[in-house]
């Protein structure tokens, strides 16, 4: 593995300019594939997952629609969502319009979402597409409707904030892959080809605690370092999903906004599950005293979609 799993150190500039060279998928799955890293989920691990439900307890692992009631703060919620309510006299309909991108809805990012940054490539798609068939009316290749059947599999949930004995993740130290080791080992975990790889970072916490915590973007909340990078693609996970994103405490100048997003979803093609919230589930492995469940998570059918709002299911 990198540098960063294998000394325990920071990701530096070096080593992830070459992430998107070491941990390029293009092509691995053929020149047809809209799966990505979804393609690591099999028969087998699914049956797997299934065998995991002994409680018969469900618990979601979705934030509420952010409404200007839910979240008001324009900065975190710069397009609130909109819900309008149609009453009587015999019935009740509502609206709901959504804008699920940014850091408040739970969604799921597809593989059309993000473009390569690389001055070389001109901007690319994940499997080397070009990006001109995202249009105005939907993208023509790697979009949401393509994982219609739903993702199902093993989740594991890394949570950090409990490793560290700490409320949630400290802005200045970001989650770092060799963190999801010391945890799997704690727990008893064997990363599993096709895991959902689920981090909490305490993201409930962090802004109960903070208020007045002035949101900006690129991220400047806690969250997790390019490293994590390193341990998805060596345990062959299927799919990222977190509560808190990328960290804007960094110590490198990674020439990135969103640095995670960059190199996973156009070069690795692996889907990102994110503003999951964790809290109910991180309650739920404590009481089982285990952290793998079977994982659902069902995307709307968007034709054309550059992704989807969700609300993952994990099932005991």
């Not at 068939?133 to 989740?155: E, M, P, Q």
Request: proline share 7%; hydrophobic share 35%; with cysteine.
């Amino acid at each position: 593995c990198e540098m960063g799993l294998r000394d325990r150190q920071p990701t530096t500039i070096e080593e992830y300019i070459n992430y998107k060279i070491k941990y390029n998928n293009w092509n691995r799955w053929g020149k047809e594939d809209q799966l990505g890293t979804l393609n690591h989920i099999n028969k087998e691990g699914i049956r797997h997952a299934n065998s995991l439900v002994k409680e018969g307890q469900t618990v979601s692992c979705s934030n509420p629609i952010a409404t200007p009631k839910v979240i008001s703060d324009l900065k975190r919620n710069p397009r609130p969502a909109d819900h309008i309510m149609t009453v009587g006299p015999l019935s009740s309909g509502d609206y709901v319009g959504v804008s699920y991108h940014g850091f408040v809805n739970t969604h799921i990012d597809a593989l059309c979402h993000i473009f390569t940054n690389s001055v070389d490539e001109g901007g690319r798609l994940y499997n080397d597409r070009d990006p001109s068939l995202v249009t105005d009316v939907g993208a023509l290749t790697n979009s949401v409707d393509n994982w219609k059947n739903g993702i199902v599999t093993r989740g594991v949930l890394y949570d950090i904030p409990q490793l560290r004995n700490e409320d949630y993740v400290a802005l200045d130290r970001p989650v770092e892959g060799w963190e999801l080791e010391d945890w799997a080992n704690l727990v008893g975990i064997i990363p599993k080809t096709g895991d959902a790889v689920l981090i909490r970072s305490g993201a409930d916490a962090f802004w109960k605690s903070n208020p007045d915590f002035e949101f900006s973007f690129p991220p400047n909340t806690p969250g997790n370092a390019p490293s994590i990078i390193e341990y998805l693609y060596d345990t062959s996970a299927a799919i990222l999903g977190w509560d808190l994103q990328e960290s804007g405490a960094m110590a490198y100048d990674y020439s990135a906004r969103i640095p995670i997003h960059e190199v996973v979803i156009p070069y690795m093609g692996l889907p990102l599950l994110d503003n999951a919230n964790f809290e109910e589930l991180s309650n739920m492995c404590r009481k089982y005293n285990r952290y793998e469940f079977l994982l659902v998570i069902a995307p709307l059918i968007v034709n054309g979609g550059t992704g989807s709002p969700v609300n993952p299911i994990a099932i005991f």
